[in-house]
């Protein structure tokens, strides 16, 4: 079938990094030009893309700095505080660390033309991603059962997309439930509307519908994407993941985050910075203002779900208990 458009919501061509707006999708489908990487770099700060779109987004952004290092004295130089400028931009997911190290990476081994070693490096991050994420789409297809009804939370991106596949591979179908995430309502808007494009069994509820719809039996697996999984086997993710799956724990029904490698360099739930972003944020939905101007707002971006509330932590090599998630390196150092 045709990948819904989502999949493919960054491109980079001569004129710059061309970006689908999440903010307005699917209402709307606009694209965000940047022919900067320091507009790649707020772009990404604006929310212009999420989950996985920043990732895409940087690998371009890096083939933008070193298009503007040509002719500097040091290019490499300049590369490199480019790279650490798109990292800052969101720094509880890792992934914006993993693409600029694809492309420096390339860019350290070639003693040729800088723009095209990061062209080649960007390249071959992106595909790492997508083999990868097709991976991960089929060990969890193996763990969730046909029939299942599938709850979900924000936008797990090319891991959903890939797990819809990946059981329709094997002949199976699921329904699902989506969370509608507040406040970027990300479920709502990319989530639900993805899976409908793939003609899945799609049902939107609220936030606060969760732990009930947990408890009515319906549902057989909670399935989120992971911004980050620690070495202990705490889960971080989108806020909201935690209370669902405290839920999930409290009436049998597993719990799978979905990423593609725990994160060696973050040993435990603590050692990851959350990001808190404007409280105004959740103040308004979709532009319009749902509390009064006497109102101030609260936004942690982020929750650490503890390992015992985690089923398990499905991976590109398979799943893991949270207690067994050392084993993934068993197989020797996992690719950026």
Not at 105 to 121: I, N, P
Not at 275 to 304: I, K, M, T
Request: net charge negative; hydrophobic share 45%; aromatic share 6%.
């Amino acid at each position: 079938m045709t990948l819904p458009i989502l999949a493919e919501s960054v491109r980079l061509d001569d004129e710059g990094v061309h970006i689908l707006d999440r903010r307005v999708f699917p209402f709307a489908r606009e694209w965000v030009l940047c022919r900067t990487s320091e507009e790649v770099a707020v772009a990404i700060e604006d929310m212009v893309t999420q989950s996985s779109g920043p990732y895409f987004a940087a690998l371009g952004a890096m083939v933008l700095a070193a298009r503007e290092a040509s002719g500097l004295a040091d290019p490499r130089a300049y590369l490199r505080r480019a790279g650490e400028r798109i990292i800052a931009t969101r720094t509880t997911n890792n992934h914006l660390r993993k693409a600029v190290a694809a492309v420096l990476s390339e860019v350290d081994k070639s003693s040729g033309d800088l723009v095209e070693a990061a062209t080649t490096g960007a390249r071959a991050g992106d595909e790492l991603y997508r083999s990868r994420s097709r991976a991960l789409g089929e060990h969890t297809a193996e763990l969730v059962p046909d029939k299942a009804t599938v709850l979900t939370h924000c936008w797990a991106d090319l891991y959903l997309v890939d797990l819809v596949l990946a059981a329709r591979r094997h002949g199976k179908e699921f329904s699902f439930l989506c969370t509608e995430t507040r406040p970027y309502l990300q479920g709502a808007r990319l989530t639900a509307e993805t899976l409908a494009e793939m003609g899945a069994d799609t049902r939107l509820i609220t936030d606060g519908m969760g732990a009930a719809v947990l408890a009515s039996g319906e549902v057989g697996a909670l399935v989120t994407a992971a911004d980050r999984v620690a070495m202990d086997g705490h889960v971080v993710n989108k806020i909201g993941t935690l209370g669902l799956a405290v839920a999930a724990e409290a009436f049998g029904v597993p719990f799978y985050a979905m990423v593609q490698a725990p994160d060696q360099a973050t040993p435990t739930g603590a050692d990851v910075p959350i990001e808190y972003r404007d409280g105004d944020e959740v103040l308004s939905a979709l532009g319009h203002r749902v509390a009064s101007e006497r109102v101030r707002g609260h936004y942690p971006a982020f929750d650490v779900t503890p390992p015992r509330f985690v089923t398990a932590v499905v991976t590109d090599r398979g799943a893991f208990t949270p207690k067994r998630l050392h084993e993934y390196y068993a197989e020797g150092e996992a690719n950026q």
